[in-house]
């Protein structure tokens, strides 16, 4: 290998790698996992000049940037760390990328708690939540209302085609909380035994909409229609900045096996000589306009979904770069 090829550390590949396979799942916990691998990659080099050491952080940062492309966490998390390397020696920059991950990571725990008790304020003692897919920050709320004496019992969805309300369920359940586990399509049916649907965000966009698991947006809109409130817990890491300029947050693809198995595949396409192939289409998100929100909850209060661009330039300001441009 010549001396101008960037060197990744394999522990950040095996992070990319488990985060690609959603070994690590869900926004925090990836922003959490992408903090801490630039941090073992600053603490293995053996860069020997300040310019090497940079190149090697800024190629494991489009690594681990390449996985998974709709939790605005994971970009802010490496812009974040990025922003804190600096010094005029490989040490110097070595502590500092290390300190700025580890920064990252003690306020990304303590903007969970904070939008916790936030989230918590919202739930009364005997309410009954309707969660989707697996969300840490909506946990949060729950678990800090259980700690203020605030009982609550839990409707699961179980979020096809991956079943991460089966984590919801049992992390729940391990918290005390009486647990209802649901298939997706009796979510409405549900909506008349629940006082409030609690979602998490992969994104929050300048205009409020919130992109989170797939139905997300048919969970929201039912229970509109049912008078159910939507509350969506998202730390502020979920503010996605570029929205701000007009982009849009990409969707992410996932591949048909996670639908249809090799096995019914192959008995699907058996008898189908004559007939037009069958293709399958696997979202992983969508996205939830703005109206059917009621409040998107942070570690800076709770906001109409509407006034959360006031927060996102008070936080980002006007522009952003890639996290590898902005050293
Ligand atoms: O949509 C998901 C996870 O999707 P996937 O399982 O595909 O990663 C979660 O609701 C958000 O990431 C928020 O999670 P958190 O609150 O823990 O950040």
Excluded at 48 to 71: C, G, K, V
Excluded at 73 to 80: G, H, I
Excluded at 107 to 128: F, P, T, W, Y
Aim: charge should be negative; charged fraction near 25%.
């Amino acid at each position: 290998m010549g001396s101008d090829q960037p060197v990744v550390d394999p522990a950040v590949t095996a992070t990319a790698d488990d985060i690609a396979a959603m070994q690590i799942r869900g926004a925090a916990t990836i922003a959490d996992a992408a903090a801490a691998a630039l941090a073992t990659q600053a603490e293995r080099s053996d860069a020997a000049t300040p310019a090497a050491f940079e190149r090697d952080l800024r190629a494991s940062a489009r690594e681990l940037y390449e996985t998974r492309p709709t939790a605005v966490s994971l970009p802010n998390a490496l812009r974040y760390v990025l922003r804190g390397t600096e010094g005029e020696t490989v040490s110097a920059l070595q502590s500092s990328t290390i300190d700025a991950a580890e920064t990252f990571r003690a306020e990304l725990e303590q903007a969970q708690s904070k939008l916790g008790e936030i989230g918590a304020n919202r739930l009364r003692d005997g309410d009954v939540v309707m969660t989707h897919c697996h969300s840490t920050d909506a946990l949060a709320c729950i678990e800090a209302a259980l700690e203020s004496g605030t009982a609550v019992e839990a409707i699961v969805k179980e979020t096809r085609p991956r079943k991460q309300g089966h984590i919801t369920a049992q992390r729940l359940r391990e918290l005390g909380v009486p647990v209802t586990l649901i298939v997706d399509n009796a979510a409405r049916r549900y909506l008349d035994e629940t006082d409030h649907v609690l979602v998490g965000a992969d994104s929050i966009a300048a205009d409020g909409s919130v992109i989170n698991k797939i139905g997300t947006s048919g969970l929201a809109v039912n229970a509109r229609e049912r008078g159910v409130p939507v509350m969506v817990a998202a730390q502020t890491i979920k503010l996605h900045p570029d929205t701000m300029t007009g982009q849009t947050v990409a969707i992410e693809m996932r591949e048909e096996a996670e639908v249809l198995s090799a096995d019914e595949r192959t008995a699907i396409d058996g008898n189908a000589d004559e007939m037009p192939p069958l293709r399958v289409e696997n979202p992983a998100f969508d996205v939830t306009p703005p109206r059917y929100v009621d409040a998107i909850v942070t570690e800076r209060g709770q906001f109409p979904p509407e006034s959360i661009v006031t927060l996102m330039r008070e936080l980002f300001g006007e522009t952003t770069a890639e996290p590898w441009d902005t050293t």
